[in-house]
């Protein structure tokens, strides 16, 4: 098994300001949905390698395999490159003179996410440096705890979805917040919604003519928070909308904590 060594050292300026590598672990960057980022592979010996071999690749997670991202051989050859990144990468050609392997991802996705890994399978020792990318939806949505709040969600189409069907999920799919399905919901008909959001989710019944799938949480938990989607599955185009809801403790329950302290 290769680890990360301290040959690496990455440095990153993107939107979320300068990240470096850990060698206790892979160096986490954060980005916003849509936008564009620097993976940075470099190494400290500045090696020249343009006429070298790197390849980039995104680790196995739930439900798919291990993904090409970019390959370098001598010149580009992506070749067996994953559907989703063609397009998209890109690399640093006039940096490789100085062992620079950095590649940039363009309109990140949600699930870009997970741990990439840069390898140099000729080099002696190969090498292997690994990089933990987060994409965070851009709309991010603000509440108090114990309020109660509007996930928006509405088709620009306004085509009317009473006789549709829309899912709304938490955390990558692994909770379900709300299901409509033709008429029948959470609240009426259907089984399966995770046991935290029971009573506590409900839609706006009037306005699925308009193309509006917005829900509303009740009395909300610190434990809300984290990423909804909102999905379309059955559209001629399936669309998905991702919101990130952030949960606060309100300013009296701080108050109090301080004077209690």
Not at 31 to 37: K, S, W, Y
Not at 192 to 218: C, M, P, T, W, Y
């Amino acid at each position: 098994m290769i680890h990360l060594v301290d040959l690496l050292c990455l440095s990153l300026l993107c939107l979320t300001g300068k990240t470096l590598g850990d060698k206790n672990g892979p160096a986490v960057i954060n980005v916003d949905r849509g936008a564009e980022v620097v993976l940075p592979c470099s190494l400290s010996t500045k090696e020249d390698i343009e006429l070298k071999l790197f390849v980039w690749r995104k680790a196995p997670q739930k439900d798919e395999g291990q993904k090409e991202v970019f390959l370098y051989d001598k010149g580009i050859d992506n070749r067996g490159q994953s559907e989703e990144f063609k397009g998209r990468v890109s690399h640093f050609q006039d940096k490789l003179k100085h062992g620079d392997a950095s590649i940039t991802i363009r309109n990140t996705t949600l699930s870009d996410s997970g741990e990439y890994s840069c390898y140099f399978p000729r080099l002696q020792p190969r090498q292997t440096f690994y990089i933990q990318l987060v994409v965070e939806p851009s709309k991010v949505i603000k509440v108090e705890e114990d309020s109660d709040v509007v996930l928006p969600c509405s088709l620009s189409t306004k085509e009317d979805v009473t006789s549709g069907l829309f899912d709304w999920r938490k955390d990558g799919g692994l909770k379900e917040v709300f299901l409509y399905d033709r008429g029948f919901h959470y609240n009426i008909g259907l089984v399966g919604q995770s046991e935290e959001f029971k009573g506590r989710v409900s839609h706006f019944q009037d306005e699925l003519k308009h193309g509006n799938a917005s829900i509303i949480i009740r009395n909300t938990k610190i434990s809300d928070s984290g990423v909804y989607s909102c999905d379309f599955p059955e559209l001629q185009k399936p669309q998905t909308f991702y919101f990130k809801l952030v949960v606060g403790s309100a300013p009296e329950t701080n108050e109090r904590s301080l004077m209690m302290t």
